[in-house]
């Protein structure tokens, strides 16, 4: 029934490490996005894919790289962590459409670096 | 990036007032969104502006999308302990270009029982 899942929805690692979490929307959606929030709650986008094809990639270290196999999947791979991506990761899903579908969200992925 | 000016940053208030919370914008937006969002979960849709001066209900809840398209407001009524949460407000600044949203830095609920 869960319309945007992602995994894990906790994900404690040490510096220096490589993770990845995994998004799936079962919404019919061509549209994907993974999202930061910070300590202060500021939602702050970091990619988007519309049917597989990266359209939004904002200034994100190369460190993250998101990777869509299909446009129901939107997987968020993070290499050499570092204390600052401490925060919680949102996967979330659209329709392109006039108007717009408003966003769809997961329940988030708590990523802690030590 | 570009961020909304939504106030009040917070709110503590008795079981049963009434609230008001509003998003501001320098540019014209085509579109605004109201979510909430409780701890532990991602932001859930309350309401959906797509007109300017449109005013919209979802239960205790109205929005309305202001008639200059720079800001938007939203009023809860007769709250109760579970509208504790986040609220946050997005705007659309384009016509089909849904793909980034401007984002508020939301407006933290606390009801007192």
């Known amino acids: 029934d869960t319309a945007v899942s992602q995994t894990p929805k906790y994900l404690v690692t040490q510096m220096g490490n490589d993770k990845s979490i995994k998004c799936e929307q079962n919404l019919g959606h061509d549209t994907m996005y993974w999202y930061k929030q910070d300590s202060k709650k500021f939602l702050k986008i970091m990619f988007s894919y519309n049917n597989k094809e990266l359209i939004i990639n904002e200034t994100v270290p190369n460190r993250f790289s998101p990777k869509s196999p299909d446009k129901a999947h939107l997987n968020l791979h993070i290499n050499s962590l570092e204390l600052g991506d401490s925060a919680v990761y949102f996967c979330?899903?659209?329709?392109?459409?006039?108007?717009?579908?408003?966003?769809?969200f997961g329940n988030g992925t708590r990523l802690t670096v030590t | 990036g570009q961020q909304l000016n939504q106030s009040p940053q917070s709110m503590f208030i008795q079981e049963g007032e009434d609230v008001s919370m509003n998003c501001t914008s320098s540019s014209i937006f085509n579109t605004w969104l109201w979510y909430k969002q409780d701890p532990g979960e991602g932001p859930v849709l309350l309401i959906a502006?797509?007109?300017a001066g449109e005013l919209t209900s979802n239960g205790r809840l109205t929005a309305q999308f202001g008639i200059t398209r720079k800001d938007s407001f939203l009023n809860i009524s007769a709250s109760i302990p579970s509208d504790v949460g986040i609220y946050f407000c997005?705007?659309?600044?384009?016509?089909?270009?849904?793909?980034?949203?401007?984002w508020g830095l939301g407006t933290s609920l606390a009801v007192n029982p």
């Open positions: 979330a899903s659209s329709q392109v459409e006039s108007p717009p579908s408003p966003l769809h």
């Open positions: 502006l797509y007109k």
């Open positions: 997005a705007g659309q600044p384009g016509a089909g270009n849904n793909r980034k949203l401007i």
